[in-house]
């Protein structure tokens, strides 16, 4: 059984690289220039990360922290920095991005009475971009996101 589930994982990491190229071959053909990506899970296991990582010029992934919620802060913090040095060493420690909208999941997700900061947003967004040594890459500037066809084109400096 084992044996069968690796091999459905396998079969959907295939044709999901394989649609993925497939939608990212006209914006290539317009904008060879631009660097394409799509939003990685976390630590979903249903793809191949690893093997995704080929395809995309940036990594990036979906982030929608509940700060201050059930899980206590500490955990929370320790399980993001595990997924940002997962992605971090999906392109050989080259920079990643993190696509995160605390707002809108905060309020429809938990119907919370207070909105997370923006500054605080800002800080762990800031967070992510640094080295491993705490220091800020300021050649990871995002500059545009342009959303087609569900993959993402951005430019980066």
């Known amino acids: 059984m084992h044996g069968l589930n690796l091999d459905w994982k ?3 990491t295939y044709q999901t690289i394989d649609f ?8 290539k053909e317009v904008t060879p220039d631009i660097p ?4 990685f899970m976390g630590t979903y296991t249903g793809l191949d990360y690893w093997r995704f990582a080929k395809e995309v010029d940036v990594v990036s992934w979906d982030n929608y922290p509940m700060w201050h919620g059930i899980q206590p802060d500490w955990e929370l913090g320790a399980k993001i920095g595990f997924v940002h040095d997962i992605n971090r060493s999906l392109k050989g420690g080259k920079p990643f991005m993190e696509s995160i909208n605390l707002t809108l999941y905060y309020f429809s997700h938990y119907c919370r009475a207070h909105a997370m900061a923006i ?8 967070r992510a971009t640094a080295s491993p ?3 800020f890459q300021p050649e990871f500037i995002f500059v545009a996101v342009c959303y087609a066809a569900g993959v993402f084109c ?3 400096n």
């Open 10 to 12: 396998r079969f959907v």
């Open 119 to 126: 500054s605080r947003q800002a800080k762990h967004s800031l």
């Open 36 to 39: 394409v990506t799509t939003n």
């Open 20 to 27: 993925f190229k497939n939608e990212i071959a006209p914006l």
């Open 154 to 156: 951005c430019r980066i």
């Open 133 to 135: 040594f705490g220091l």
